[in-house]
């Protein structure tokens, strides 16, 4: 697609249920990233995945975070038993390549985000 | 670890007049990227401008440029002629370059810009 695109734009959930983001990166970008922007903490990187592979899941918030993706392409992020701190936009980024030269391969393009709401 | 400052939560400018937006940072590391990302009220952040930290001529797009000061981790950014249009969040984002880092980027606070007609 022309740009990176978020589904749902705006998630209403009830605490406990599960939920679940969609982010569909750029054609042709192997690296995609998901942050989360919230009044209290800012902009917090959550997960990269470089293809299919996540090698580090350390910045996820808590185990009831969980992300995949498939065929190179969408990712998922799945929120378990949604708690009211869970609300915040959720940001999805893709670039052409991680770290390797060249700063045109590095920059990373956004999403509109999933403002997610857990009443 | 790195961090990204921006001291400035909310900043004014008259339109057509220049603001300067402050950003600092803190690295060990030699090789680096900074940016500078907006983000208007629909969400999406939109890339300003971009630096690569072994560059000593400080970037430039249009009417946005920045000042890079290397040895104080300084990355400050001008903006000429402010339009009403460039009322939004402004942030300052840090990135590795080091080869095996997960790229990811790391954030500032924002700045918040208005623009007064």
């Known amino acids: 697609g022309a740009g990176v695109s978020q589904s749902p734009s705006n998630k209403v959930t009830e605490k406990g249920k599960d939920v679940e983001l969609r982010c569909d990166p750029i054609s042709g970008h192997t690296a995609l990233y998901w942050y989360r922007q919230s009044l209290g903490q800012g902009l917090e990187f959550l997960i990269y995945?470089?293809?299919?592979?996540?090698?580090?899941k350390s910045g996820l918030p808590s185990d009831r975070f969980s992300a995949e993706r498939t065929g190179g392409s969408v990712s998922t992020l799945t929120i378990q038993r949604t708690q009211q701190e869970d609300s915040a936009v959720y940001l999805c980024?893709?670039?052409?390549?991680?770290?390797?030269?060249?700063?045109?391969?590095?920059?990373?393009?956004f999403g509109a985000g999933t403002r997610l709401s857990v009443l | 670890a790195q961090t990204v400052t921006q001291s400035q939560p909310e900043m004014s400018v008259q339109e057509a007049e220049t603001v300067t937006l402050s950003c600092t940072y803190d690295t060990s590391e030699s090789d680096y990227y900074l940016f500078w990302y907006k983000q208007p009220p629909s969400r999406q952040m939109i890339l300003v401008i971009r630096q690569e930290a072994y560059k000593q001529q400080n970037a430039t797009e249009n009417r946005f440029s920045v000042n890079f000061q290397k040895a104080a981790k300084s990355f400050s950014l001008k903006i000429s002629d402010s339009q009403l249009g460039d009322a939004a969040m402004y942030f300052c984002a840090y990135r590795s370059a080091i080869r095996g880092s997960q790229g990811n980027l790391i954030f500032g606070k924002g700045t918040k810009l208005s623009v007064k007609p």
């Open positions: 995945f470089q293809g299919n592979s996540a090698p580090d």
């Open positions: 980024a893709s670039s052409l390549e991680p770290t390797t030269s060249g700063l045109a391969k590095n920059i990373q393009y």
